[in-house]
């Protein structure tokens, strides 16, 4: 299984490539294991040269919302009054730890993720 360190980003778009063309071996062959190696290089070089920020909690929140069809008025049970959710995701207010607790038990979004500092827009 000749496979090398990925050190340049042309190493790193070589190894996608390969990456693409074994998704669907089986696992558990020489193949599948060449995969799995690939994949893990991947993952580390991704880490060490492309870090991806911290996620915001208001964009975590709207992100869970996307994924599962959720509008504003989904939030009121969870955050508050129409207004509440207005303000919270206006980023005009900040979550409080009984949004957070609740915020987290419903759209199952990490607590670490919702205690974010984040910025709060000021009032004009």
């Known amino acids: 299984m000749d496979v090398t360190p990925i050190k340049t980003d042309a190493d790193f778009r070589a190894a996608l490539a390969e990456i693409e063309r074994l998704w669907d071996v089986e696992p558990d062959t020489p193949e599948g294991d060449r995969l799995d190696v690939l994949m893990t290089l991947v993952e580390a070089y991704e880490r060490r040269n492309h870090p991806m920020p911290p996620a915001d909690p208001i964009a975590a929140i709207e992100f869970m ?46 607590p670490e993720i919702l205690i974010r500092p984040y910025d709060l827009q000021r009032a004009a």
């Open 65 to 110: 919302m996307e994924q599962r069809g959720m509008t504003r008025a989904d939030l009121e049970p969870i955050i508050g009054s129409s207004g509440r959710v207005s303000e919270v995701l206006n980023r005009r207010r900040a979550l409080s730890v009984s949004m957070i607790r609740r915020l987290s038990e419903a759209l199952q979004i990490p």
